[in-house]
């Protein structure tokens, strides 16, 4: 059978605009699929939530790839290797009490089953923008990443969603843009970002998971997000914390949304 480009394309088209329009309007919305946001979103789909994540580079994974310094392994706790073990993923213990994993295995395990789950993953799209209706954020503004880099002047579409989770890591770009625009209504002792400390890997792990919450009505953090909001520390190539988050800002909406 002769192969027809255009069906190729029309397929790809069709395709496409099917999973974008079924994802207008969510119960969540998770921008960035680092571990945190991909861990976040495969709970969430396994309670039955419509999930979809938002993620402005061409890959998913963001920081997990690198592992340290680009050594493509990471290390996990005890408690993280738990979440490790739920997603089959192979660990080998290093010392009492920590595990490495191969960062590639972990990406593309972790993506893998968040997809089966019922995620829909959009790549190369970049959240610039959020819905705000009385002081809660109801929804996310998108755009292609290459419109961004581009400099071209585009307007963006939206997204609805009960709740959004902020998972960009070190940048908690949302949040930022929710500070920018409402000022300081922040969820925070201040109001405003408190800003991520200097590396301290036992400190940052342990806050990350209480750094977890809700940083302004229906907006989440999760991840290094979290700690960047409510000003605690780093913990560098330890992604225990990362994973334990996402587990958490499931549980969080899950009691918010509560679809049994
Ligand atoms: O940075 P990232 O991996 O976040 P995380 O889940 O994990 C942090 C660790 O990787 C590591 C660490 C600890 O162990 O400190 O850094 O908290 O993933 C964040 C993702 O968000 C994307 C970004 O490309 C990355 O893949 N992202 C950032 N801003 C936006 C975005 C945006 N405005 N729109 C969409 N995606």
């Not at 002081?135 to 292609?144: P, S, T």
Request: hydrophobic share 45%; with cysteine.
């Amino acid at each position: 059978m002769p192969l027809d480009e255009i069906i190729i394309t029309q397929a790809i088209i069709e395709r496409f605009i099917e999973k974008l329009k079924g994802c207008l309007t969510l119960d969540v919305a998770i921008v960035g699929a680092g571990p945190s946001g991909l861990v976040a979103g495969y709970y969430l789909a396994k309670k039955g939530y419509k999930v979809a994540i938002f993620e402005k580079k061409l890959s998913i994974g963001g920081g997990m790839w690198g592992g340290g310094m680009m050594f493509n392994q990471i290390v996990v706790q005890t408690e993280g290797k738990r979440i490790l073990d739920e997603f089959k993923i192979k660990t080998m213990p290093f010392s009492k009490g920590y595990y490495t994993a191969d960062a590639i295995e972990a990406v593309t395990t972790i993506c893998s089953k968040a997809c089966r789950a019922g995620v829909n993953i959009f790549n190369a799209i970049c959240v610039e923008d959020v819905l705000i209706r009385e002081r809660h954020i109801v929804g996310l503004v998108i755009n292609w990443s290459t419109i961004e880099v581009a400099r071209l002047e585009v307007d963006p579409l939206t997204i609805r969603a009960q709740c959004v989770i902020d998972a960009t890591g070190h940048g908690t770009e949302v949040v930022k843009v929710v500070e920018k625009k409402m000022g300081e209504t922040l969820l925070t002792p201040t109001g405003k970002i408190m800003g991520e400390k200097p590396l301290w890997a036992e400190i940052g792990e342990t806050d990350t998971l209480k750094n977890t919450k809700e940083a302004y009505p229906g907006l989440f953090v999760a991840g290094m997000a979290a700690n960047a909001t409510f000003g605690s520390y780093r913990m560098g190539p330890i992604f225990g914390g990362m994973l334990l988050s996402g587990e958490r800002v499931a549980d969080l909406i899950h009691e918010r949304l509560k679809k049994d």
